[in-house]
């Protein structure tokens, strides 16, 4: 018998909604952005998840996507459109933590759009015309103590901007040309309304997720005022979307975000922050901080959760439910996402440590 997991968990969509409003909770909630593909499958193979499963079965990603999140304790399935992705420059590359086939890239000198002709020329997405399969599957499927968290394919506003410029171009533009920055800033926002509006219409969805990294390690990739120029309108319409559609609007970005942090809680209203790295600030510095505000979601640095022995993790993940969770409004995770290149014993060894955690 494994030795990971044994604690029983069953999920609890609603309580996990009064931990995301800090409100007290029998047990600890899990949440993650997401988890790569190898890291689900390695779980399924560790546990024989798949052995009842037709892997030729047309809803087959489904049925293993939904049993496996089960299995792992998270109370919701993350779910998006399909066929609204937006047309970038990607590069491929070799794999180097060998799980994955390859790695994809954005160009960061170029992308698809750097001048008023490209702008104009450029195929975007029919929002119209992409598919909700997934979605449809999970109205009719998923389980009643679970929910659907809508996300993906919406909340990518300095993301797809620098991505379809190049940051590199956009760098400049923001002082040559900011009437284009504009004008993309501009089409990402209705695509993403368009895209988050269907989203809505379906009600096993809870709670919105959007997903934009703002910064680097020393602080953000444009000047706070850009952002609150470009960036920030476009997110606080996805919030105030999520809010009068009675759901909360989580917010993940990377980066050192001191600087904002006012504006995303006060101004564009998000409901939840996650993304931390130790070098740049931890879950308890933001909690002691934004906590009365905000939920607090994850923590368990990347670094930390791929160098460190099974009983540095536990350690770890008890010091930080004794400094959050205990407050109230947090919800445990890794860093960022359980990459392909996370060991899975430490993975599983995260989530074991929560499932068994007691004050």
């Not at 998006?80 to 070799?94: M, P, S």
């Not at 998000?270 to 002691?288: G, N, P, R, Y």
């Amino acid at each position: 018998m494994d030795h990971l997991l044994n604690t029983a968990v069953k999920p609890d969509w609603e309580s996990l909604m009064k931990a995301l409003r800090g409100e007290p909770t029998e047990r600890v909630h899990h949440i993650e952005l997401y988890n790569d593909g190898e890291i689900d499958l390695a779980v399924c193979q560790r546990y024989g998840l798949l052995d009842d499963l037709n892997q030729n079965d047309p809803d087959f990603y489904m049925q293993m996507h939904l049993k496996v999140k089960r299995f792992l304790g998270y109370d919701y399935i993350r779910m998006g459109l399909e066929g609204a992705e937006i047309q970038l420059n990607w590069h491929h590359t070799e794999d180097t933590g060998g799980r994955a086939a390859g790695r994809n890239y954005i160009d960061e000198h170029v992308g698809p759009i750097t001048n008023w002709e490209q702008f104009e020329a450029y195929p975007w997405p029919d929002v119209d015309k992409a598919t909700s399969h997934g979605l449809e599957w999970l109205e009719k499927n998923l389980p009643d103590d679970m929910c659907v968290i809508g996300s993906g394919g919406f909340g990518h506003f300095m993301e797809w901007v620098s991505w379809l410029m190049g940051y590199e171009t956009l760098c400049y533009a923001l002082f040559e040309d900011r009437e284009l920055v504009q004008a993309i800033a501009d089409k990402v926002c209705e695509h993403n309304r368009k895209v988050l509006e269907r989203i809505l219409q379906f009600p096993r969805v809870k709670i919105t997720w959007g997903s934009d990294d703002l910064g680097y390690k020393g602080g953000t990739l444009i000047r706070p005022s850009d952002l609150r120029e470009f960036i920030f309108p476009p997110h606080k319409l996805m919030a105030r979307m999520s809010h009068d559609a009675g759901m909360p609007y989580l917010f993940h970005s990377c980066g050192k975000l001191t600087e904002v942090y006012a504006d995303l809680i006060n101004d564009v209203k998000i409901d939840a922050k996650h993304s931390f790295e130790d070098t740049i600030e931890t879950v308890q510095d933001f909690q002691a901080e934004w906590g009365d505000k905000v939920a607090t979601l994850g923590g368990i640095d990347m670094d930390f959760l791929c160098r460190s022995t099974p009983d540095q993790i536990r350690a770890r993940v008890r010091k930080t439910l004794d400094d959050c969770w205990a407050k109230g409004g947090y919800l445990l995770g890794s860093g960022n996402s359980v990459a392909n290149y996370v060991p899975v014993e430490n993975y599983l060894t995260m989530l074991d440590e929560g499932r068994k955690y007691t004050l």
